[in-house]
């Protein structure tokens, strides 16, 4: 009996997720009196998964691309070396492709948009988001193996520093399903997923044209870009920056939305960040109220004062 | 060629969500139901694959009988049979697993369902049912080509776009992106009238049990008030999104 945590890397560095997991993993550990182990893939400082309480990191070495099914095989390889019966990973779009492959591997009980530590460990039961974040289900894992899939920024860092040992993991791995043709990512943009703060921009920026706005508010704060489902229709701005019910979801820190209406389907979408702020001309638009802060005004007048003041706000440090 | 079209009977996007019976079960009351958007965005690539290569495009659902109305949809849009399995969907795997017995029964080249469902939102029925079949399987899937039993797809990962060749059986996760939301069809008098001669059969469910259940719903609480901040005095906000909610 023990937990496991998928801890991702890009690039061989861990990502922010992967010390949220660690942080889930930990609570859960401590609640079942057991030691946290954490799997990854090619991470050069695996170490630092210690900071939130990971005491022993198996690293895989893999030169091919990402697989679903070789990465599941090698998650499930880890599971069994440790004798785990809790594993956690995150909502990264990568996670969500392998982990239903562990879970039928292991005949496991998954469970995603897990939003708090488990409810109790007998039943099992998690408080999960559903709905497109207009509720919440208090499901019961009933399995005697359980995978629990944690929401973005939900459960957030908890530091507990432990000491890491690391060590070379080398399972025998499935046969990669698919071949890699071509990788397009921009590596020198924050993605809508990892983002601490969105910048949204909605129908209300009449054109293509104006979005340098909002790339340079995003840029000052060190954001990402999205957009509403309309903009995306109408090819103003690329299909992967669409966000809301239908699009990606968000659950960033800060979401900043300008000339967004607030239509329901893109508040659900984005409801599980954390503050909203929004910039529209019109004061009854649905958007203020799902907003914690509110600026009536013309986003074309806003906007430019709002890049200027935040430079020399970030200027002072 | 031979496809299936996984289809969720989900609340309309802007339903009104609430819970009954103490909250433990959803007011279906005054709720209309459609097909999943991801469903519908896999459902219309498999008309295109109908329209060019002539392939075979059957649908199915997991459910009781109140689903039939968004299966007969389906068959308007142009599915050319529909399969039911007689059975309240409780958990992704159940779901997966029962589809799984259709499809090995089939013989199905390609299986498309949608990324997630927008109503329990699990995404892991289309990888499940991959893993159950040992078949090729690609997520959040933006475009599909398939020519001599070979299919290249794009998947959507964080930050961009990634091409992968491979064989058939392949499952997808259908996404928005994998068509134009223009080729959307709305179901046609035409449609509609061949929808009712079509076959829709319904198959007892083969008894797997749940791995996980859900006990009880809550709604998130309300929220409070938004904080105006006046137009000319943008500072205002600065300094409330770093002192107050510190998110700068
Ligand atoms: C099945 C379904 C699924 C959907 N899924 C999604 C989804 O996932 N995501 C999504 O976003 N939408 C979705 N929608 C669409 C949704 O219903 C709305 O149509 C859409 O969100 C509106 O986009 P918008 O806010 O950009 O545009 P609009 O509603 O046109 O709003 C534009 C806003 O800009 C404001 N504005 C105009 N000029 C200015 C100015 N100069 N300065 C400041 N503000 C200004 C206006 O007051 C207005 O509030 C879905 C719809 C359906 C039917």
Request: net charge negative; aromatic share 6%; proline share 4%.
């Amino acid at each position: 009996m023990s937990v496991l945590v998928y801890a991702e890397t890009d690039q061989g560095k861990l990502k922010k997720s992967a010390f949220e997991v660690a942080s889930y993993g930990k609570a859960v550990a401590d609640m079942m009196g057991t030691s946290l182990s954490a799997v990854t893939f090619n991470a050069e400082t695996a170490e630092e998964l210690g900071t939130y309480g990971v005491a022993k990191a198996m690293n895989i070495s893999t030169t091919a691309a990402f697989d679903a099914k070789v990465y599941a095989s090698g998650i499930e390889a880890a599971a069994e070396a440790v004798g785990a019966t809790v594993i956690v990973v995150s909502s990264s779009a990568d996670a969500r492709y392998l982990t239903p492959l562990v879970a039928m591997g292991m005949a496991a009980g998954y469970v995603t948009n897990v939003v708090a530590a488990p409810e109790g460990l007998s039943p099992f039961t998690v408080k999960r988001s559903a709905f497109t974040n207009k509720a919440f289900t208090h499901t019961e894992i009933t399995a005697e193996k359980k995978i629990i899939g944690v929401s973005n920024n939900a459960f957030g860092l908890i530091e507990q520093p432990t000491d890491c040992a690391v060590e070379d993991f080398s399972p025998a791995l499935a046969a990669p399903a698919v071949t890699v043709e071509q990788v397009d990512k921009a590596t020198d943009k924050v993605t809508i997923a990892d983002a601490e703060i969105v910048v949204s921009g909605g129908r209300g920026l009449k054109g293509p044209e104006n979005w340098h706005m909002i790339e340079d508010l995003a840029d000052t704060l060190g954001a990402a870009t999205a957009c509403s489902k309309p903009v995306s229709d109408m090819g103003w701005r690329p299909h992967s920056e669409h966000v809301g019910q239908t699009g990606k979801p968000v659950a960033s820190n800060l979401y900043i939305a300008i000339g967004v209406s607030g239509a329901i389907q893109h508040l659900a979408g984005i409801n599980s960040s954390k503050v909203k702020v929004v910039i529209n001309n019109d004061p009854e638009a649905p958007f203020f109220k799902a907003a914690d802060y509110g600026i009536v005004g013309d986003a074309f007048e806003v906007v430019p004062q709002l890049i200027e003041k935040l430079k020399a706000f970030k200027a002072q440090g | 060629m031979k496809i299936l079209v996984c289809i969720s009977h989900v609340p309309d996007t802007t339903s009104k969500i609430n819970f009954v019976d103490n909250d433990t079960q959803f007011d279906t009351n005054g709720v209309q139901y459609i097909i999943n958007p991801n469903d519908e965005f896999g459902l219309t690539r498999a008309m295109w694959f109908k329209e060019k290569d002539g392939a075979v495009v059957d649908v199915i659902n997991v459910g009781g009988a109140e689903t039939e109305s968004t299966l007969r949809k389906a068959l308007a849009i142009g599915a050319d049979a529909a399969i039911r399995i007689d059975t309240a969907a409780l958990e992704a795997s159940q779901v997966a697993k029962e589809i799984a017995t259709v499809i090995a029964a089939g013989g199905y080249d390609l299986i498309i369902a949608g990324r997630e469902s927008i109503d329990y939102n699990g995404g892991m029925v289309p990888g499940m049912i991959a893993a159950l079949m040992d078949a090729s399987y690609v997520n959040n899937c933006v475009g599909l080509e398939i020519s001599d039993g070979k299919a290249t797809a794009i998947r959507e990962i964080d930050g961009g776009k990634e091409t992968v060749s491979t064989q058939l059986p392949l499952v997808i996760g259908a996404q928005k992106g994998l068509v134009e939301e223009s080729d959307l069809k709305i179901p046609n008098m035409r449609g509609i009238m061949m929808a009712r001669k079509k076959p829709l059969t319904v198959q007892p469910a083969s008894a797997v049990s749940p791995l996980a259940t859900t006990s009880t719903y809550e709604k998130p609480a309300p929220k409070g008030e938004v904080k105006l901040v006046d137009a000319d005095k943008v500072d205002d906000l600065i300094d409330l999104l770093h002192k107050e909610a510190k998110v700068i």
